[in-house]
């Protein structure tokens, strides 16, 4: 069974940073695309970064450029975010997600993409104070 389990996240206060971490478990190394989605109360679920297992590359909403950074530790199937520089536009329960086969991360922030995930963590709460 395909797992994702988030860590990290907690209240922080505008101008901190916060680490999350999601560890994967239960599928081989094969093509896929992995990291992070997020929502907040009344506002629909957005992609905020991912990263793509075949050649590295890296996907940033534009709200979240030059401040969030995705890792992928491939020796611990483990993929981080690190969020520098949060403002309270950045709270929001955040999901690591991933989906396989052919992907483009581009996609990853469009309408809706989060109707491609096959797979989900149970979601981390951040919250930024003013």
């Known amino acids: 069974e395909v797992q994702l389990v988030e860590s990290g996240g907690g209240s922080v206060q505008a101008g901190g940073s916060l680490r999350l971490s999601c560890a994967a478990s239960?599928?081989?190394?094969?093509?896929?695309?992995i990291g992070w989605f997020r929502q907040a109360p009344g506002k629909e679920r957005e992609g905020v970064s991912c990263?793509?297992?075949?050649?590295?590359?890296?996907y940033y909403a534009e709200s979240v450029k030059g401040r969030f950074t995705i890792s992928f530790d491939n020796a611990k199937k483990m993929v981080s975010l690190q969020m520098n520089s949060l403002n309270p536009e950045d709270t929001a329960v955040y999901y690591c997600?991933?989906?396989?086969?052919?992907?483009?991360?581009?996609?990853?922030?469009?309408?809706?993409?989060?109707?491609?995930?096959?797979?989900w963590g149970k979601g981390i709460l951040v919250t930024v104070s003013s």
């Open positions: 997600a991933v989906a396989f086969g052919h992907y483009s991360i581009t996609a990853w922030g469009h309408t809706n993409s989060y109707q491609e995930m096959d797979y």
């Open positions: 239960g599928f081989t190394w094969a093509g896929y695309a």
């Open positions: 990263s793509s297992s075949s050649d590295g590359s890296t």
